[in-house]
């Protein structure tokens, strides 16, 4: 049975191959054995990374007294001294700030101490019936309206306007998600059923906006409970962005999702005027804008903090090529707690913390004995993730190491469960961007699945329509955007994924201990052959 499901698995995927890069499923012939052979450096070191390992760090990175690892918040602290302490008990160089283990990383922690609205004299909710961002939205100690201008889509394209003669300076408009549509769903902007990038992103819309003067846009989210259950983790914690306290003026204008029933208490008796108009706007792809007249109220005060974070950095100088640099990268924070809620984080990102500290105690072991890497190797253990990749984001603007001499980053997120796809055959793994910007780094990861590990690799996410982005989710994206040559290796999503149940007692220690051997194989390779992997693809800088 689990032959035919991987079977059927394989034709679905290859239907799909061909994607600009590799989106199918690789597998291994398992008719060649596993080269064991301890006599190999690779082998011999690679057999060091064990279960029992993996699990006493996981044991305490993901307990209850580490409290979630919030960026900024103790339980971080917490974790970053502890992987502190365990580069310390091998004996690695001091790289960071200050002779230290660390890089310190500044954030503004940002968020609203008031966020009150009305309309027509009805108190709404925030994050109930509405929903704004502290980050990406000016304050407003004081918000009056007493009328808002429906505005359509908000789309100024040369094929579809609804700013077209209107002057909305220093006004609240109201606008849907998307792009008009005739009867048989043609976009009247592309022409064809393709949407165009006012679908894709609000951002455009916004950054428009904020170009004509626009005071505050609401834009009508009809599914806001979905919205908010997407966006959980910006939700759950204060948002956080690099920076020293000072602010910049945002290049978006200040806004709110609302509900469907905030809109029609704005709409109140003009229901039937903006019935008229989307039946309008349907048949002739036109514009009308709508005075409606409204009361609106609202406070938006919001507080900004610094506060510190830190990137942990274990550092394994290489001998004859030691000026160029392997980087190993994982994220160790994650969602912190909620009262007595922890959000342990186990897999996200423990899992790949702790196989990042196995493969450094390996390197660190070899180098001891005389027999390590030609090249030197960054174990890069990263705060700031769930924030938005701030902490990666932060060492590629500040590197440590010369960008231009990081040949490569070997980047772990979750590898600790299985997801729905995979559950009855963990010997697997997701395989992202190995081929994005080197087809050297591509066949060498397959090589060495073949000759040492077996797995089955999955390239489903590698696809670049693969609608979850999560090419550009991990931290390998900020390594992978100034044109370093990134591999991103991911078990998939599970129903315990950012909640308080991705626990230790749910991780498949063997399964962590396969990619740990496997990854260090890979690492292994990138640092001690004679050339160094090219960079074969030109650069894809999509956000």
């Not at 990038?197 to 609000?202: A, G, L, N, P, T």
Request: charged share 30%; with cysteine.
């Amino acid at each position: 049975m689990k032959k035919i499901l991987i079977l059927a698995m394989y034709m679905a995927f290859s239907i799909m191959s061909n994607a600009q890069y590799v989106s199918s499923i690789s597998y291994p012939d398992i008719k060649k054995g596993i080269i064991q052979d301890t006599s190999l450096l690779s082998v011999k070191y690679a057999n060091t990374i064990t279960a029992e390992e993996l699990s006493t760090h996981l044991r305490i990175l993901a307990s209850d007294e580490f409290e979630g690892r919030e960026t900024g918040q103790r339980g971080n602290e917490l974790a970053a001294e502890y992987i502190a302490m365990q580069f310390r008990s091998l004996d690695l160089p001091t790289v960071g700030t200050s002779d230290s283990y660390f890089q310190d990383v500044y954030f503004n922690k940002t968020y609203w101490s008031k966020n009150e609205l009305k309309v027509n004299g009805n108190d709404y909710k925030h994050l109930w019936d509405y929903l704004s961002y502290a980050t990406v939205n000016s304050e407003f100690s004081k918000l009056e309206a007493e009328e808002v201008v429906f505005l359509g889509y908000g789309i100024d394209d040369p094929n579809y306007s609804d700013y077209k003669g209107k002057n909305v300076a220093g006004k609240v408009i109201m606008i849907n998600k998307g792009e008009p549509l005739n009867k048989d769903s043609v976009s009247y902007v592309t022409g064809t059923k393709e949407m165009s990038d006012w679908s894709k992103s609000v951002w455009n819309k916004l950054e428009l906006a904020e170009s004509k003067g626009v005071k505050m846009v609401l834009i009508i989210e009809d599914k806001l409970s979905d919205f908010l259950n997407n966006n959980r983790k910006f939700m759950v914690s204060p948002s956080l962005r690099l920076g020293d306290g000072k602010t910049e003026k945002s290049k978006f204008a200040s806004h709110l999702y609302i509900s469907t029933t905030i809109a029609k208490d704005i709409i109140g008796e003009k229901g039937n005027k903006v019935k008229r108009w989307r039946k309008k706007n349907r048949k002739r792809g036109k514009s009308k804008n709508l005075t409606l007249p409204v009361q609106i109220n609202g406070v938006f005060d919001k507080t900004i903090d610094v506060i510190d974070g830190y990137n942990v950095l274990g550092f394994i100088e290489g001998t004859d090529k030691k000026d160029e640099i392997v980087v190993v990268s994982a994220h160790y924070d994650h969602l912190g707690k909620r009262g007595n809620d922890v959000y342990n984080g186990a897999d996200d990102n423990g899992s790949g913390t702790c196989t990042v500290l196995e493969i450094a105690e390996a390197l660190s072991i070899a180098k001891n004995n005389g027999e390590g890497p030609r090249r030197s190797v960054l174990c890069l253990l990263v705060t700031g993730e769930e924030k938005g990749l701030l902490g990666s984001q932060y060492y590629s603007e500040n590197p440590v190491f010369p960008l231009d001499k990081t040949i490569a980053d070997v980047n772990i997120d979750m590898v600790g469960r299985t997801d729905k796809t995979y559950e009855d055959q963990p010997n697997y793994i997701y395989v992202i961007g190995s081929d994005r910007l080197s087809s050297d780094l591509h066949e060498m990861n397959e090589r060495i699945n073949q000759d040492y590990s077996q797995l089955i690799l999955d390239y489903k996410y590698n696809d670049v329509k693969d609608p979850n982005r999560y090419y550009f989710r991990s931290d390998h994206y900020n390594f992978a955007k100034n044109g370093i040559p990134s591999i991103f290796f991911f078990s998939g999503v599970h129903e315990d994924y950012h909640r308080i149940t991705d626990t230790v007692d749910k991780i498949m220690f063997p399964k962590m201990e396969k990619l740990g051997r496997h990854v260090f194989h890979l690492v292994w390779e990138l640092a001690n052959q004679e050339d160094k992997i090219r960079v074969t693809v030109e650069n894809e800088k999509k956000g």
